[in-house]
C-alpha cells in the first residue's frame, strides 16, 4: 500500500461492492475505523492542485458512490491525504464520532442540488431605462449636456440603484419559489460578475422531480432573461464538509 492515501468521503457502513476510479486512475478502495468507512485511493502525488480536473475528478468518486446505491455520505474536502490511519482516528472519529452521526442522521434521505444565476447586465440595463422614463432622461442628459460631476455621480448611482432592484427582485422571486422546498439552503458568493445568485439546496432524495419542475417554472417566467444553471444531483458538499486539507 501507498505510505500515502487520498481520501474522498465517508459512509455510515461499508459498501458490499463499489466499483470507482479515482485520482491518477487509481481505484477507490474502503476502510472502516470506528463504526464509519472512509473511500479512498493511494496518492501518486504529495499535493495535489486544485485544477479543474482534479477538482471533478473528487467529486465523480462521490457521485459514483451515490449512484451506486450509497446515498448518504459525507464528502471531504479536496486535497486531504494521509500516510496512515491512526491520525484519521485520533483526530477525527474520536473527537467528533458523535457530530458525524448527527450529519449522517441528518443527510439520510435527502440530496443537495444548486442554482445558479446569470443575467446579461447590457440587456437588464437597456430593460430598465425602458421601463422607467425618469431615469432613462436622466441618463440621456449625460449624453446630451456639459454635466457637473456632482450630477454626474448622481445619476450614475441612480442607475446602479436601479439594477440593484432588478437583481434583488429576482433573488427574491427564487427565494419565494424554492426555499420552501427544500429542508434547507446555503447561498454562496456570486463566482462571476454574470452570476447573480449562487444557491445550494437540501431536499428530500424523492422530491427532486417536483424541484426541478419549480426551476423550470421559473425559467419560463422570466422569458430568457436569465440563464440557468442547475444541478439535480451532487454530494452535500455545503451540508456536510467535514475536515480540512493538511
Do not use: C
Not at 71 to 83: A, E, K, V
Not at 228 to 246: D, H, K, L
Amino acid at each position: 500500500m501507498s505510505s500515502n492515501l487520498y481520501l474522498y468521503g465517508i459512509l455510515p457502513a461499508a459498501p458490499q461492492a463499489l466499483t470507482s476510479e479515482g485520482l491518477d486512475q487509481q481505484p477507490v478502495q474502503t476502510q472502516e475505523i470506528g463504526g464509519f468507512t472512509f473511500l479512498y485511493s493511494e496518492a501518486q502525488q504529495e499535493r495535489y492542485l486544485a485544477s479543474r480536473r482534479n477538482l471533478l475528478g473528487h467529486e465523480r468518486v462521490l457521485e459514483q458512490a451515490m449512484e451506486q446505491g450509497y446515498r448518504t455520505l459525507l464528502p471531504l474536502q479536496f486535497g486531504m491525504t494521509i500516510s496512515d490511519w491512526t491520525n484519521v482516528e485520533q483526530q477525527l472519529i474520536l473527537p467528533r464520532a458523535e457530530k458525524l452521526k448527527q450529519l449522517f442522521t441528518k443527510l439520510e434521505g435527502r440530496r443537495e442540488v444548486s442554482v445558479k444565476l446569470f443575467w446579461d447586465a447590457e440587456q437588464e440595463l437597456a430593460l430598465l431605462m425602458q421601463e422607467n422614463d425618469s431615469l432613462r432622461a436622466s441618463r440621456d442628459q449625460l449624453a446630451g449636456k456639459s454635466l457637473g460631476m456632482d450630477q454626474v455621480v448622481q445619476i450614475g448611482q441612480a442607475i446602479e440603484r436601479g439594477m440593484q432592484q432588478r437583481k434583488q427582485q429576482v433573488i427574491e422571486t427564487f427565494r419565494a419559489a424554492l426555499n420552501s422546498l427544500a429542508v434547507e439552503q446555503v447561498e454562496n458568493d456570486p463566482l462571476s460578475e454574470a452570476m447573480i445568485y449562487n444557491a445550494a439546496y437540501l431536499i428530500n432524495w424523492e422530491s427532486e422531480p417536483q424541484f426541478g419542475q419549480a426551476v423550470e417554472a421559473l425559467d419560463q417566467q422570466f422569458e430568457g432573461r436569465l440563464r440557468i444553471r442547475y444541478n439535480s444531483f451532487t454530494a452535500p458538499f455545503n451540508f456536510a464538509q467535514m475536515g480540512e486539507a493538511e
